[in-house]
């Protein structure tokens, strides 16, 4: 019964990711203030659709702020004074994320304890787009170093709990990470170096797929 709800809730959420696409390819704002605020909640429901596991209260408040985070952002071009409490929802966002995958402890031996040198190409990715936008920043150059910093982490995080889960959950998680790593990163560029085409439709396809598989490793590892 469980089951077939979630596939439910999962096919209602990919709905919902794809009229906010038709929303913004078309530049109609009510389909995509109607669709986007339903993203995160349908999620929520998702999870609690699944059966209870470990870090499940983490997750959802990951969830919640991930949710205040959309709907600041929807409303930046307005007010771009928003776009700052929009960044503070979704840092806090990574932190539950961050202590998610760090209270993994199977008897698993750590990936990242077994090939550290995985965290560099992470690292040489989040210096070199910071110093990429650089120039660019003006006064949210420290805001962006700490963003970059925290999603980084929470990247390599999702890999250090990788061995320590089975297939399936282990690789929702770390395609969940980096999908948001690709999306804040398509974000960053088309905002403060230059616009990206089609750059709503690709930020939102990313977003939607990491917060997807996050939750879905979630499921996969409770079931």
């Known amino acids: 019964m469980q089951q077939a709800a979630r596939q439910k809730i ?3 959420f990919w709905l919902l ?3 906010d696409i038709v929303g913004i390819s078309c530049s109609f704002e009510p389909l995509h203030y109607i669709a986007k605020p339903l993203l995160v909640p349908a999620l929520i429901l998702l999870m609690f659709n699944a059966p209870g596991g470990p870090g499940k209260k983490l997750l959802l408040a990951g969830l919640i702020f991930s949710w205040m985070g ?5 409303f930046e071009n307005r007010y771009p004074l928003f776009f700052i409490p929009g960044l503070v929802c979704f840092l806090t966002t990574h932190v539950f994320y961050i ?14 304890k077994k090939q550290p040198l995985l965290v560099v190409p992470v690292l040489a990715y989040g210096t070199g787009l910071v110093w990429f936008l650089f120039p660019h920043l003006g006064n949210l150059t420290v805001p962006v170093i700490v963003y970059a910093t925290v999603i980084c982490t929470m990247l390599i995080c ?10 399936g ?5 770390l395609l969940g990470a980096a999908s948001f790593v690709l999306s804040d990163s398509l974000l960053a560029i088309n905002k403060f170096y230059q616009p990206i085409p089609f750059a709503g439709i690709w ?8 917060q997807y598989f996050i939750v879905t490793g979630f499921v996969k590892r409770a079931a």
Do not use: G
């Not at 760090?102 to 031996?109: D, H, Q, S, T």
């Not at 959950?169 to 998680?173: D, E, G, S």
């Open 158 to 167: 999702s890999m250090h709990a990788y061995a320590k889960l089975d297939k």
């Open 10 to 12: 999962s096919m209602a």
């Open 17 to 19: 990711s794809l009229l």
């Open 99 to 112: 202590i998610y995958f760090l209270n993994i402890r199977p008897e698993k031996v750590s990936l990242l």
């Open 169 to 173: 959950p282990a690789n929702a998680f």
């Open 70 to 74: 959309d709907v600041f952002l929807m």
């Open 203 to 210: 930020i939102m396809l990313t977003y939607c797929a990491a």
